[in-house]
């Protein structure tokens, strides 16, 4: 249990919708950051949230976007979805005394 | 060349051996490593840290570190089936304080 949550656990959404993924960080942890993990591959650095400003953005096009709020927890947002957009989403939080990334149980979306 | 680089695998280790599990990555300023564990259709999961050249073990797990070969490896010993996961290797650039991931190396310990 890494006190990091994310909702919803899976996601069925149709090329072309919208998606909003939730996470709620570690008590303690002020930076969040996104992964998209592919079947097979390792997870892909999406962009990283410090204190509700980006800090940091992977190769990733502008539809991805995100917010923090003042709790600290999350939210990833994928406009305008592709199939290609099917994976396991992951959210993960830092900021505690050291830097280790613990991550929440994942959100699972299908694009169909 | 990919920032962080692991063989995939399926790596096949007899119940009771040593598992070694290894890794390198392209930016000589990280500063920390980490290795998780991943079953499938779960989240990775933290097993080990290290921020120091040499060795560092904790209980079956060792993790070795060699900056100047940018190299990290993993070791579990007494092998036992419940090991059978994905191990990611994880690195935290030392520029911008974001961790990058490996594609992860798959173990498969045998019975």
């Known amino acids: 249990e890494t006190g990091v949550t994310q909702s919803p656990t899976h996601l069925i959404k149709t090329r072309g919708q919208q998606v909003t993924l939730r996470c709620s960080s570690q008590?303690?942890?002020?930076?969040v950051s996104w992964y998209q993990q592919a079947l097979g591959q390792g997870p892909q650095f999406i962009f990283q949230?410090?204190?509700?400003?980006?800090?940091g953005r992977g190769n990733f096009p502008p539809r991805f976007s995100g917010l923090q709020f003042p709790n600290y927890s999350s939210e990833l947002n994928v406009n305008a979805l592709e199939l290609d957009d099917s994976a396991l989403y992951l959210c993960?939080?830092?900021?505690?005394?050291?830097?280790?990334?613990?991550f929440g149980q994942g959100t699972r979306l299908t694009v169909v | 060349q990919k920032e962080v680089e692991q063989n995939s695998g399926p790596l096949s280790v007899p119940e009771g051996a040593i598992a070694s599990l290894n890794c390198t990555y392209s930016d000589r300023g990280s500063q920390s490593f980490f290795w998780y564990r991943q079953y499938s259709g779960k989240s990775p999961e933290l097993i080990m840290f290290?921020?120091?050249?040499g060795d560092k073990e904790d209980g079956r797990f060792t993790a070795q570190l060699n900056k100047a070969s940018q190299y990290v490896s993993l070791l579990i010993r007494d092998s036992q089936p419940s090991d059978s996961a994905t191990y990611l290797c994880?690195?935290?650039?030392?520029?911008?304080?974001?961790?990058?991931f490996g594609k992860g190396t798959r173990l498969h310990i045998l019975p």
């Open positions: 994880a690195v935290n650039r030392g520029g911008d304080d974001k961790i990058i």
């Open positions: 290290i921020y120091s050249n």
């Open positions: 993960a939080s830092t900021g505690g005394t050291g830097d280790e990334a613990f």
């Open positions: 949230y410090y204190r509700e400003e980006e800090n």
């Open positions: 008590s303690g942890h002020n930076t």
